[in-house]
């Protein structure tokens, strides 16, 4: 079992910055990848970065060059720096956990409301 716990959300004007949190504990040595997904009101939850045990990211292209996802390996715990807000960016952020075995682990999920 592996828990998850986000941090970081909030309300930001339009060009701001946050940095997002998911710290990990448990059966953390079966870690693959870790990832941020969002979900905005009556939308599906979409792909936003990811970080591979080895360090490898990968990005949505609306996301591109403004979002930064880094990770503190002794720490377990996964960031996601996003810069220059947009009002799409309005979700709730969810990172997500995957193991080895192709398990996968979410996040309770937090609000970032991007607004004037």
């Known amino acids: 079992q592996v828990q998850l716990v986000e941090s970081g959300g909030g309300l930001v004007q339009p060009g701001g910055s946050l940095r997002l949190s998911c710290a990990a504990s448990?059966?953390?040595?079966?870690?693959?990848?870790m990832d941020w997904y969002r979900q905005a009101p009556g939308n599906q939850r979409e792909f936003v970065a990811s970080?591979?045990?080895?360090?490898?990211?990968n990005y949505a292209d609306s996301v591109k060059g403004r979002f930064t996802i880094s990770r503190d390996n002794a720490k377990v715990t996964v960031y996601l720096q996003m810069n220059s807000l947009k009002p799409e960016d309005t979700a709730v952020y969810y990172c997500?956990?995957?193991?080895?075995?192709?398990?996968?682990?979410w996040g309770q999920g937090t609000q970032v409301t991007v607004s004037s």
């Open positions: 997500d956990f995957r193991t080895t075995s192709g398990y996968q682990y």
């Open positions: 970080i591979t045990r080895g360090g490898s990211t």
């Open positions: 448990g059966s953390v040595g079966s870690l693959y990848a």
